[in-house]
């Protein structure tokens, strides 16, 4: 068994290799993105429009796609890294400036979100935005009613105010383990500078998690989806796309599990997955093509109206479904997008004071 | 006749043989040298490139540390930077109790582990070892049968079992046992409960083999000689399968001090085991030198059960011979 098992991956590997060695001179781009992040027919409508070959490959988090990156000699001509990690970066030296000669489609761009993702990078010289959302509260619409005696979810409150939090306690609170996502929120919450890097308001935040520490059940950063769509647990802080994710496997399921997602009114914190190629791609220009060709306003509506996340492309919403462009939690209105916040990334020496914070936070040492 | 016999052919032999001895000899080390190799490139080359990161500091670059003992500069350039070696990375670990607390956490919940999957495996290996010869490999290999699954989705699925609205809270309520459903899921009880399920394979296996090899007439000598039987086993059994039992317990103990998933998954986020302080220091720090310091001290705390039970085995053998 074992023998016939390792006769058929040897011989899956030569076929590879040859099959490769075959079509070595035809047009390649290698992307690596998150899972489940693309209606897959665009990547064959584009490789039947242009002929380049698209080898798609998917990762599962930032800190994965970082490791390759910064080991170097990665192959990979596209990749999507969330800004604040694409910051850093880009100081490393891992990305190659984009040339925009090459990418008409860039003036399709929305300036709303073009602005904050400059703060990342300066000029939005090294990447384009694919997708964006948020960082807030995923809920069971039932569970939280009969908790709290009200499904209007809308302040960080609940979350924050260890009486209503408290009452959540024993249906399941789970929250991102992240601190660069949280810690943020709390200064939010207090009514402090989100990006503050001083050691008191940082203290400050720490203080208020620690009044809220005893009803969280579990800090964890991907297991919420499946929690909140099995009606595990009734209330998650975390990213928006992944809530929708669990809102949509809880209808899937059908076993009457409501999942809510609300932008918290206080402001909540913005994120952005950024297309970019690194500094040593392979293809660089078949890479470029493949930027613009998710720039066009239909290619990149339709994979919003597939993945359920808003996109940063202004001339793509005429496009865009409209129950998901009306969807305040998805496409907040301008008055909310007003209150949204960006988080610059922290200096090593605070990212450790972050760090050590969070692990006393999550682990009581 | 038979004499001259006798004497004659060990000479004729002998001198047929040398050049063939010769190979064998040859063949014979180039098998021993095939380890050595494997443990050079899988293991001493691996360690050194590790212990290297450990002694450099974080920068933001590709790779995200500065370089140090490079030969870039020639030989004179690498002494250089031999002298100005440090152990800040090192003395940077001693300074905070986080990092000695995790690694006694790990080694804590490694050793309870460690005895209940000894617990648990005996009796299976025991068993299998006295089962008719006939359907011993069947019951091996349902032994060997979960790893045909991944480990991912195994641990996952114990997530389906343990939680508050699952499988078993719903069978012991259902039965009337217990009136409240049991919180085991983010557990130090479910860590146990996943480890001991993970790793039981590598005890009951070493077990297994060292019992199969047992003689049990000796056992039958004990009763015919009035030993009760529970006397026999631990007068006879258990100190015979003493190789295994060690053998057992170091393979499970060893990955599990280390272990990342299942504290992850089935266990609260009150947990600090080392591996998570690992991955803290790697991935939100991004300092991979002080990770690789971690990663370091991590293994000399592994290496010393691994010199105990090496001392063990050659006293064993000692005493076999």
Sequence with gaps: MIRKALWLSATSIFLTLFTAGGHAEDRVVNVYNWSDYIDSSIIDDFTKKTGIKVVYDTFDSNEILETKLLAGGSGYDVVVPSANFLARQIQAGVFQKLDKSKLPNISNMWDVISERTAKYDPGNEYAVNYMWGTVGLGYNVKKVTAALGTDKIDSWDVFFNPDKLAKLKDCGVYVLDSPADIIPAALKYLGLDPNSTSPDDIAKAEEALLKVRPYIRKFHSSEYINALANGDICLAIGWSGDVFQARNRAQEAKQGVEIGYSVPKEGAQMWFDMMAIPADAPHVADALEFINYMMTPEVIAKSSNYVLYANGNKASQQFVDKAILEDTSVYPDAETIKKLYTVAPYDPKTQRVITRTWTKIVTGQ | ?321
């Design chain 2, 1 to 321: 006749m038979t004499n001259i016999a006798a004497t004659a052919a060990p000479s004729a032999k002998t001198a047929a043989a040398l050049p063939t001895r010769v190979v064998k000899g040859f063949v014979d080390r180039l098998v021993i040298i095939i380890p050595y190799l494997w443990l050079l490139f899988f293991f001493l080359v691996p360690f050194i490139i590790v212990f290297k990161i450990s002694l450099s500091q974080t920068a933001i670059s590709m790779p995200p540390y500065t370089p140090v003992l490079d030969f870039k500069d020639g030989v004179s350039g690498f002494f250089a930077g031999f002298r100005a070696l440090n152990f800040d990375n090192y003395t940077w670990l001693t300074q905070d109790a986080l990092y000695f607390n995790a690694y006694v956490t790990s080694l804590i919940i490694a050793g309870i582990s460690t005895i209940l999957t000894l617990i648990v495996g005996y009796p299976i290996a025991y068993g299998m070892a006295r089962a008719p010869a006939t359907i011993r490999p069947t019951l091996l290999m349902l032994v060997i049968l979960p790893f045909w699954t991944s480990f991912l989705i195994r641990v996952y699925a114990w997530i389906g079992i343990l939680k508050p609205e699952g499988l078993l809270n719903q069978v012991l309520l259902a039965t009337g046992l217990i009136s409240q459903p049991l919180v085991i899921l983010n557990t130090y009880t479910a860590i146990f409960i996943g480890i001991v399920y993970s790793y039981l394979p590598f005890m009951v296996l070493p077990l297994y083999s060292s019992l199969e090899k047992m003689d049990y007439s000796l056992i039958e000598a004990a009763q015919d000689l009035g030993c009760p039987q529970t006397g026999a086993f631990w007068k006879i059994t258990f100190p015979l399968s003493l190789p295994g039992v060690v053998a057992g317990c170091l393979l499970v103990f060893i990955p599990a001090v280390g272990e990342f998933v299942i504290p992850d998954l089935l266990g609260g986020s009150q947990t600090l085991m080392i591996g998570k302080t690992l991955w803290n220091e790697f991935f939100s720090n991004r300092d991979w030198p002080v990770s690789s310091a971690v990663a370091v001290i991590l293994l000399l705390v592994l290496t010393i059960p691994i010199m105990f039970f090496q001392q063990a085995q050659a006293k064993a053998q000692e005493q076999g011979r």
